[in-house]
């Protein structure tokens, strides 16, 4: 989400509770056209909306009776309403660029002031619909062209390929137990630079950013592992800072990995750099005994990441990997946006030469089953046990 107070509150989504799957894509196909990726031998299902950037609306493990994961904002959607600055529509997989503030940003026109009346997201990562090039049963492909302008009036033309295809859930890299249902999926995004003019550091660079938004619960956490070692060769562990200090009865960390409330009940963020962080984070839901897995590129070696800070910056290249945030009241009596939670990743900043590209891998992956199915899994992706995650706060 936007690093500064945003809220929709006429617009308070209603994708929570008890909705199925079949409900989700049921809503969504009364506003437009979706691609459902499945396979003949699961009950897994991914729905897409070429209208929103080829965006991942929702998924399911079981698609005759299960759950949809993904948040969607059905009230702004059923008003058929255009926004102002953003049209949160929700979606577990959305295809955005950074940088958002800064003197690079592609969200402010330059000499504007860092604010939420002069922030506005390109239609390229709000609006604007994708094409489809290519569709089968189990995959979908994209393609967009758009011209982009930053803060400092530095045009980047770009062509955007973007796919979504279902994958094996044991291409994680652990052992699934048979009584586990699961869905996988990734999408790879591609950018190239289309136009005459290289893009280098001193102007300004892109970098793919992929967000997630998910249902919450009371008990959701989000768990991300990372990197040890002293801060002055790594810097901080946490970057835990973007709306006030994140209070440490929400966020624990431990001594490879940290946990965040993912509870929609109070709005806070927080980053991880690419010293720190490893290619995988995740939450885990235990209302609803639901594993989830975000495994992302993280390229060796690449440490300049795109700075979204809403400020003119020090450093435009010391950003974030990878982000996760939870929605809650904007302020004190103002309903939140869903609530929600959040699961991002970018890419390195591309400095790309004419017909250079970047590419950047997001996999989503979920799991639902008893804690005692679940708990191998996790201690195989993250390194603890299950009973942690459910113990890391009261």
């Known amino acids: 989400m936007a690093d500064v107070p945003f ?3 006429e617009f308070t989504g209603s994708a929570e509770g008890a909705k199925s799957f079949q409900d989700d894509v049921e809503f969504l196909e009364r506003h437009m056209e979706l691609v459902i990726l499945r396979r003949t031998d699961s009950r897994a299902e991914v729905a897409v909306a070429p209208r929103w950037q080829g965006r991942v609306m929702t998924s399911t493990a079981d ?18 309403e255009l926004q102002a ?15 958002e503030g800064g003197q690079f940003s592609i969200f402010f026109k330059s000499g504007d002031p860092f604010d939420l009346e002069h922030w ?9 619909p994708y094409e489809v090039t290519m569709r089968d ?7 967009h062209r758009v011209t982009l302008t930053n803060y400092s009036d530095i045009q980047f033309e770009v062509r955007i390929d973007r796919a979504v295809r279902l994958v094996e859930p044991n291409s994680l890299g652990v052992v699934i137990p048979p009584s586990v249902q699961s869905v996988a999926y990734e999408s790879e995004n591609t950018i190239t630079n289309v136009g005459s003019q290289a893009w280098t550091p001193d102007t300004g660079l892109l970098s793919v950013w992929i967000l997630g938004m998910f249902k919450h619960s009371p008990k959701t956490v989000v768990i991300i592992p990372f990197r040890a070692g002293p801060e002055n060769d790594l810097g901080p562990i946490v970057n835990d800072t973007y709306f006030g200090k994140v209070p440490d009865d929400r966020l624990t960390i431990r001594d490879t990995v940290l946990f965040f409330r993912a509870d929609g009940a109070y709005r806070s963020k927080i980053g991880l750099s690419p010293q720190r962080s490893k290619p995988v984070l995740g939450s885990y839901d235990a209302t609803r005994q639901l594993l989830t897995v975000v495994r992302y590129d993280l390229p060796e070696g690449a440490t300049d ?9 020090d450093a435009p290249y010391a950003g974030d990997a990878v982000n996760s945030y ?8 103002v309903p939140a946006l869903g609530p929600f939670y959040e699961l991002e990743t970018s890419s390195p900043a591309a400095a790309l030469t004419p017909g250079q590209s970047l590419t950047h891998r997001h996999q989503t992956y979920h799991f639902e089953g008893t804690e005692a199915s679940l708990d191998q899994i996790v201690h195989e992706t993250f390194g603890v046990n299950l009973n942690a995650i459910v113990t890391a706060f009261p």
């Open 7 to 9: 809220s929709q509150n």
């Open 63 to 80: 698609a005759d009776s299960g759950i949809g994961y993904g948040w969607i904002n059905e009230a702004l959607i059923a008003s058929g």
């Open 85 to 99: 600055h953003i049209n949160a529509v929700g979606g577990e997989d959305r295809f955005w660029l950074g940088p």
């Open 120 to 128: 506005q997201t390109p239609p390229a990562l709000d609006t604007s």
């Open 137 to 143: 049963d189990s995959q979908v492909v994209f393609i």
């Open 305 to 313: 990441y795109v700075n979204s800070m809403w400020e003119l910056q």
């Open 326 to 333: 939870n929605d809650g009241p904007p302020t004190p009596g």
